[in-house]
């Protein structure tokens, strides 16, 4: 089946703890992007990945990193975590910027730091 | 990528039709319309897209006002499926998706 799984679904960490999170799809797309979801600001973009070693800050990049080694991963970093950071976090990929079939999203993954 | 706005919430009747409006005066040429959906607990779910002509696919219908100014999302006949937070999107070809704030659909019986 295709899709992008994200890893882990849940998570609580501490502040100042280092902890990554997966993503990876399995369609053989181009482009990946981390989103960060809040209450009442919506979807905000983090970084995204044109191609592999290829990759660019989104409108909400502070505190965050990524790397794209392969074309099927892209992890999310957090050197350093914070309580502001304590989110709902969305992995997508698509073929190219504009697909015809939209953007695939994953599943989610939900990190409080406390 | 241009700035979009849409209402906070709206409601509908379950089988009506719903229309669901997004502006993004600041559009420029080359930005494309993009309309996902989120359920509750779910990742964002692609609806539609389009660049200047009025789209239609097996979920909805896109209809893009002719200076782009804005566009509107049509559910031909709501379910209670359809229940959901509705993204408008709009950004050109050298970006990936910006999301706003969406509209909260709710769908009575």
């Known amino acids: 089946e295709a899709q992008v799984t994200q890893n882990p679904r849940y998570l609580i960490t501490v502040t100042g703890k280092k902890l990554t999170v997966t993503c990876s799809q399995n369609m053989n797309h181009e482009y990946m992007s981390w989103y960060r979801q809040d209450p009442g600001l919506g979807l905000r973009q983090i970084y995204y990945s044109m191609n592999v070693e290829v990759t660019d800050k989104g409108d909400v990049p502070e505190g965050y990193k990524v790397s794209r080694k392969e074309k099927r991963n892209f992890p999310l970093i957090l050197e350093s975590p914070s309580p502001n950071q304590t989110s709902l976090y969305f992995c997508a990929s698509s073929l190219s910027l504009i697909p015809s079939g939209g953007y695939t999203f994953g599943s989610g993954t939900r990190l409080t730091v406390v | 990528d241009a700035k979009t706005t849409q209402p906070n919430s709206m409601e509908s009747n379950e089988e009506e039709p719903v229309h669901l409006p997004c502006n993004h005066s600041?559009?420029?040429?080359?930005?494309?319309i993009h309309w996902y959906r989120q359920l509750p607990s779910q990742g964002p779910e692609y609806v539609i897209h389009g660049l200047t002509s009025n789209v239609n696919n097996r979920m909805a219908s896109l209809a893009i006002a002719e200076d782009r100014k804005s566009s509107t999302l049509i559910l031909h006949r709501a379910t209670l499926r359809d229940a959901a937070v509705y993204y408008c999107?709009?950004?050109?070809?050298?970006?990936?998706?910006?999301f706003g704030g969406g509209t909260r659909l709710m769908v009575k019986p």
């Open positions: 999107s709009a950004n050109n070809a050298g970006n990936m998706l910006t």
């Open positions: 600041t559009i420029s040429g080359t930005d494309y």
